[in-house]
């Protein structure tokens, strides 16, 4: 099955910063790879699908890329409210298993 | 407005079977997939499977460390989704999550709240 690999798994950080996020699928999955924002005791938020597609509402400081099996979720000028653990998503075909997660903290 | 809501969940022995309700409103529930999730207590997200629409064959998909164990199940009248979970172990201990409508296609928007299902003796 596709593993999703994660990394960092915490990141330590200042407001105003710009982190970067990597997720590494084990085997071509595409342009089919989600961020997720999850926020303690929160359910999880849907921030980009298909690489870089931002959601409705998603600050513009979030960005995602892609090179080969590598993504990357970029949060440029980083903010308090930012405070979250991320996850990455294959999604498109079967199976969707998601990366172990990147605490934030500022 | 979407709402999924979930219920089932509670103490179960170890070895035993239960069975998860899924309900959503806001959307044409037959037209589109359904998924479950889950995550253990202080621990990450973990994708357990999904059904896709009756239009779509009502296909399942299973997580392969799942397959076998648990089986998806919907029932359009009642707009209800299941999540049937046998020979439960200590390690399916964990708060299990609906996202419906379920997009394959584009990530989940809408998620449930979840209901937590914990396995003990």
């Known amino acids: 099955d596709i593993q999703m690999t994660q990394s960092p798994s915490s990141l330590s950080a200042s407001v105003g910063d710009t982190v970067t996020i990597t997720c590494r699928a084990s085997?071509?999955?595409?342009?089919?790879l989600a961020w997720y924002q999850q926020k303690p005791g929160k359910i999880p938020k849907l921030l980009i699908s298909l690489v870089s597609t931002l959601q409705s509402g998603v600050p513009s400081r979030f960005s995602g890329s892609r090179a080969g099996t590598d993504f990357r979720l970029i949060i440029s000028s980083l903010q308090p409210e930012d405070v979250a653990t991320y996850y990455c998503?294959?999604?498109?075909?079967?199976?969707?298993?998601f990366g172990q997660g990147t605490k934030l903290e500022i | 407005e979407v709402q999924v809501v979930e219920s089932g969940g509670g103490l179960v022995q170890p070895g035993r079977s239960l069975r998860l309700s899924c309900t959503a409103s806001?959307?044409?529930?037959?037209?589109?997939?359904v998924g479950w999730f889950r995550q253990a207590p202080g621990k990450g997200l973990e994708w357990v499977g999904f059904?896709?629409?009756?239009?779509?064959?009502?296909?399942?998909e299973y997580a392969a460390s799942l397959r076998g164990r648990v089986f998806i199940s919907r029932e359009d009248s009642n707009r209800i989704a299941y999540l049937q979970m046998n020979s439960l172990k200590i390690e399916d201990t964990a708060v299990y999550h609906c996202?419906?409508?379920?997009?394959?296609?584009?990530?989940?928007?809408?998620w449930g709240q979840g209901t937590l299902v914990t396995v003990s003796s």
């Open positions: 085997q071509g999955i595409g342009n089919y």
């Open positions: 998503q294959k999604h498109g075909t079967a199976p969707h298993p």
């Open positions: 806001g959307f044409s529930f037959g037209d589109y997939a």
């Open positions: 996202a419906a409508p379920y997009s394959y296609d584009s990530g989940i928007t809408a």
């Open positions: 059904i896709t629409s009756r239009g779509h064959g009502a296909t399942t």
